[in-house]
DNA sequence: AACACGGGGAT
DNA sequence: ATCCCAGTGTT
């Protein structure tokens, strides 16, 4: 892999950027071209970015491309010595800085992705759910034990190898795995059961016609009622309030609605409430949906409320979902 | 601790 | 068409 070539703090970080939530595959192309737009830090770091997202186009997460930038001029402004100084580069965290500072500065610190949190946990057979913050940080110490000091920066890149080549996911390899005889997972036969995920919440399907309104230059929800009630078939505001646990149940859009009329129109007012932390950007008053229950990609959703508000003489805009999960 | 970010690949 | 992937920032 290109990245290899080189040691360079530049270099690699753009690359572990690149990796991050990327595949190999997918990064190889873009890496080239990006190095040859942007062949240094201080060139990333003072470019314009409209340029570098630009570059960044079909990678996605575009907020890495942001805080790439941003970290160029910060290290082209001054070369990080140690880890922490690379940890505080914006878009490097736990994972990134650990791979930069023992690729790049030789520093022993085990890089924790998850390739590695799978070998690991299988190595231990350790069963624990793997988005736990203690078990995470279990697992992180256990890198840490094993980790060779002297060179962490091959140690870690073997790991995120093994993990990605034969101690994968579904059949792992084991027969040609280099560690097996320390692996107690193999001993113990749960190779597969490893790492221990979240479990997925319980089926739920839907079938209900959405319906975007806009009143009053706002861009509300409504559904049509369900078949079993009385005025079945007629647009309805979702009931109030749906709290979390009767959402996750009903699969109904989880917020709560007030309404009124007031003077021959309805005024709505929606407050979200799920999820539990709502981004800043989302206000009382304004439409809220939440795709992981009402089946809907909030990417779907804001494109077609855009339409609407960028065609404000539409009043209307209806679809037929049919939504499961 | 929960959520969003964005593509591509697998199913 | 839907699910799955698995680092970081934000709240």
């Given at each position: 892999m290109p990245w290899r070539e080189s040691k360079d703090l530049y270099l690699v970080l753009v690359s572990e950027i690149m990796l991050q939530q990327t595949r190999v595959e997918t990064v190889i192309p873009y890496y080239r071209a990006f190095l040859a737009r942007f062949p240094d830090a201080a060139t990333l770091g003072n470019a314009p970015e409209t340029d570098v997202l630009t570059a960044w186009a079909g990678l996605g997460y575009y907020s890495r491309a942001r805080n790439l930038r941003l970290a160029a001029a910060q290290i082209s402004a001054r070369q990080p010595r140690e880890y922490a100084e690379i940890r505080s580069l914006?878009?490097?965290g736990p994972y990134t800085a650990a791979a930069l500072a023992s690729i790049s500065l030789n520093e022993p610190y085990a890089a924790v992705d998850g390739n590695v949190l799978r070998v690991v946990s299988r190595i231990a057979n350790d069963p624990g759910e793997i988005s736990s913050t203690a078990v995470k940080k279990r697992f992180d110490e256990l890198a840490g034990q094993l980790l060779d000091p002297a060179r962490p920066g091959d140690f870690n890149q073997a790991m995120m190898e093994l993990g990605a080549?034969?101690?994968?996911?579904?059949?792992?390899a084991c027969g040609t795995c280099p560690v097996s005889e320390h692996c107690q997972a193999r001993m113990a036969g749960t190779q597969r059961e490893l790492p221990v995920k979240q479990g997925k919440p319980p089926a739920r399907k839907l079938q209900q016609d959405l319906l975007f309104c806009e009143v009053d230059a706002s861009i509300y929800l409504v559904r049509r009622s369900?078949?079993?009630?009385?005025?079945?078939?007629f647009w309805e505001?979702?009931?109030?309030?749906?709290?979390t646990q009767d959402a996750r149940e009903s699969a109904l859009p989880a917020a709560t609605f007030t309404h009124q009329i007031v003077n021959d129109r309805f005024e709505v007012r929606v407050w979200t409430r799920y999820p539990r932390k709502r981004p800043a950007h989302l206000r009382d008053g304004a439409w809220i949906a939440r795709h992981q229950l009402t089946g809907l990609p909030i990417s779907t959703i804001t494109k077609k409320a855009l339409a609407i508000l960028a065609a404000p003489e539409t009043r209307v805009l209806s679809g037929r979902r049919t939504l499961s999960k």
């Open positions: 914006p878009g490097v080549t034969i101690c994968v996911p579904a059949s792992p369900a078949a079993e009630k009385r005025m079945a078939g505001l979702p009931p109030r309030p749906v709290s």
